[in-house]
């Protein structure tokens, strides 16, 4: 354990009354969503039927999640032991992740009884019943992974015993399962090169969504044990100096994805031959993304790992999760549909912004009720190494 | 196919010079980010 004393139990807080007024805000919208139909709250229509909620809660979501498998493939499969202080953190966010996602599908689709239909009659053709499998097996694995940390807080010496046995196993099937769904997110939008701009489509999508998974996951492991060891100071079980070291680790891998993944990106340009589009304003907007949220971050990582500076890596991982969020949105919906006359155009609700904030925020609040009790960013007294 | 834009724009083997580039450059790039590094 830290230094840090643990501070004195207050209920009103600043983020306490921020989450309390989303929570009472999309109380009504939730109701609306499932009692007057999807289109009571979105702006979407039949041109239109992806918006913000596939691209943020579910795109982007799943991508931000990737930090589980990442982290869990370093520290179990490669034995990188200097990281394992944030692999349970990691698993953890990984884990809510998905579960938000898949509130995040249910509000999208509707009628959640529809559900098992996916596994009673499986399109066994389809990218989407892969994702969909993928998703639900993962978030299983993901649990399992981190149920060790649950039966330490009950005490379960025996079941404890069980999931740390078995962690290997499902380490090695969750990177199988995201390798494939990662990329099978993007791999669904080979079915519509006449919709997505050709800047962002191409045979190689799935490569891209796959790499850029794991440069996500590591932007968001490193600037979440920022945010843990800021606010949670307390529970985190290693000091600044070493995780400025893990810092720096995850700084120097994340340059090498966003490097490797911007050169990929580039050779996708060539490749499909698409380089007369970079002069169009939305050639122009695909550069912002590419040179404002790849390479930038992917410099300032490689000045910061050079010169050993943790606060520089975290500002480039928080412009890494920008950069994916932005990313998400162009291919779900910014850059789809491009060539729609401008009155039949999208842009999302407030009510949709509202209801993503709503998962965003439980996702924080139920992590900090996990992490202030179960061992998550430290070790249990009655166990030793975490795994 | 008479002028560099042509060249860029009219066919594809503007992706193995652009293969080619990424390779070399991935060795720089590796120095500069490991050079002190290794120093130490």
Same mark, same amino acid.
């Given at each position: 354990?830290?230094?840090?004393?643990?501070?004195?139990?207050?209920?009103?807080?600043?983020?306490n009354?921020?989450?309390?007024?989303?929570?009472?805000?999309?109380?009504?919208?939730?109701?609306?969503?499932?009692?007057?139909?999807?289109?009571?709250?979105?702006?979407?229509?039949?041109?239109?039927?992806?918006?913000?909620?596939?691209?943020?809660?579910?795109?982007a979501?799943?991508?931000?999640?990737?930090?589980?498998?990442v982290?869990?493939?370093?520290?179990?499969?490669?034995?990188m032991?200097?990281?394992?202080?944030?692999?349970?953190?990691?698993?953890?966010?990984?884990?809510?992740?998905?579960?938000?996602?898949?509130?995040?599908?249910?509000?999208?689709?509707?009628?959640?009884?529809?559900?098992?239909?996916m596994?009673l009659?499986?399109?066994?053709?389809?990218?989407?019943?892969?994702?969909?499998?993928?998703?639900?097996?993962?978030?299983?694995?993901?649990?399992?992974?981190?149920s060790?940390?649950?039966?330490?807080?009950?005490?379960?010496?025996?079941?404890?015993?069980?999931?740390?046995?078995?962690?290997?196993?499902?380490?090695?099937?969750?990177?199988?399962?995201?390798?494939?769904?990662q990329s099978?997110?993007?791999?669904?939008?080979?079915?519509?090169?006449?919709?997505?701009?050709?800047?962002?489509?191409?045979?190689?999508i799935?490569?891209?969504?796959?790499?850029?998974?794991?440069?996500?996951?590591?932007?968001?492991?490193?600037?979440?044990?920022?945010?843990?060891?800021?606010?949670?100071?307390?529970?985190?079980?290693?000091?600044?100096d070493r995780?400025?070291?893990?810092?720096?680790?995850?700084?120097?891998?994340?340059?090498?994805t966003?490097?490797?993944?911007?050169?990929?990106?580039?050779?996708?340009?060539?490749?499909?031959?698409?380089?007369?589009f970079?002069?169009?304003?939305?050639?122009?907007?695909?550069?912002?993304?590419?040179?404002?949220?790849?390479?930038?971050?992917?410099?300032?990582?490689?000045?910061?790992?050079?010169?050993?500076?943790?606060?520089?890596?975290?500002?480039?991982?928080?412009?890494t999760?920008?950069?994916?969020?932005?990313n998400?949105l162009?291919?779900?919906?910014?850059?789809?549909?491009?060539?729609?006359?401008?009155d039949?155009?999208?842009?999302p609700?407030?009510?949709?912004?509202?209801?993503?904030?709503?998962?965003?925020?439980?996702?924080?609040?139920?992590?900090?009720?996990?992490?202030?009790?179960?061992?998550i960013l430290?070790?249990?007294?009655?166990?030793?190494?975490?795994? | 196919?008479?002028?560099? +834009?042509? =060249? $860029?724009f009219e066919?594809?083997? +503007?992706? =193995? $010079?652009?293969?080619?580039?990424?390779?070399?450059?991935?060795?720089?790039?590796?120095?500069?980010?490991?050079?002190?590094?290794?120093?130490?």
């Amino acid at each position: 354990m830290s230094d840090s004393a643990v501070p004195e139990k207050k209920w009103i807080t600043p983020f306490n009354v921020f989450a309390a007024v989303v929570f009472v805000v999309s109380l009504p919208l939730i109701y609306l969503r499932w009692f007057h139909g999807i289109g009571s709250v979105t702006n979407l229509n039949q041109d239109v039927p992806w918006g913000f909620w596939i691209g943020f809660d579910v795109m982007a979501g799943v991508a931000l999640a990737a930090g589980g498998y990442v982290m869990a493939t370093a520290v179990h499969l490669f034995g990188m032991k200097e990281y394992e202080p944030v692999v349970r953190p990691a698993i953890l966010t990984g884990f809510l992740g998905y579960v938000l996602v898949i509130i995040g599908v249910g509000f999208d689709l509707g009628r959640p009884w529809n559900a098992p239909h996916m596994l009673l009659q499986p399109g066994l053709a389809s990218i989407l019943f892969l994702v969909g499998l993928h998703v639900g097996l993962y978030c299983t694995t993901q649990f399992v992974e981190i149920s060790p940390a649950l039966f330490e807080w009950l005490g379960w010496k025996k079941w404890r015993k069980i999931a740390v046995s078995i962690t290997l196993g499902a380490t090695i099937f969750g990177v199988i399962l995201s390798t494939l769904h990662q990329s099978a997110l993007g791999a669904m939008l080979l079915i519509t090169p006449t919709k997505l701009h050709p800047l962002w489509y191409s045979p190689f999508i799935g490569l891209f969504f796959f790499v850029s998974s794991i440069a996500a996951g590591l932007a968001m492991v490193t600037f979440e044990g920022m945010l843990s060891h800021k606010f949670m100071g307390y529970r985190v079980g290693i000091d600044q100096d070493r995780l400025d070291r893990i810092t720096l680790g995850l700084g120097k891998a994340t340059c090498i994805t966003l490097g490797t993944y911007f050169a990929i990106k580039l050779l996708g340009v060539a490749h499909g031959h698409t380089w007369h589009f970079l002069g169009t304003p939305m050639g122009l907007w695909f550069l912002v993304e590419m040179l404002g949220f790849v390479l930038l971050p992917c410099v300032l990582y490689l000045v910061a790992y050079r010169e050993q500076r943790p606060k520089l890596v975290r500002f480039a991982a928080f412009i890494t999760v920008m950069g994916i969020i932005l990313n998400r949105l162009n291919v779900s919906f910014i850059a789809f549909n491009w060539q729609l006359p401008h009155d039949k155009g999208y842009f999302p609700a407030w009510t949709e912004f509202w209801i993503s904030m709503l998962f965003v925020t439980a996702g924080i609040v139920i992590y900090r009720w996990i992490v202030s009790r179960m061992p998550i960013l430290d070790n249990h007294p009655d166990y030793g190494s975490i795994h | 196919m008479e002028t560099l +834009l042509d =060249y $860029i724009f009219e066919t594809k083997k +503007l992706s =193995y $010079i652009v293969a080619l580039i990424l390779m070399i450059g991935s060795i720089p790039f590796w120095r500069f980010l490991t050079e002190r590094e290794e120093k130490k």
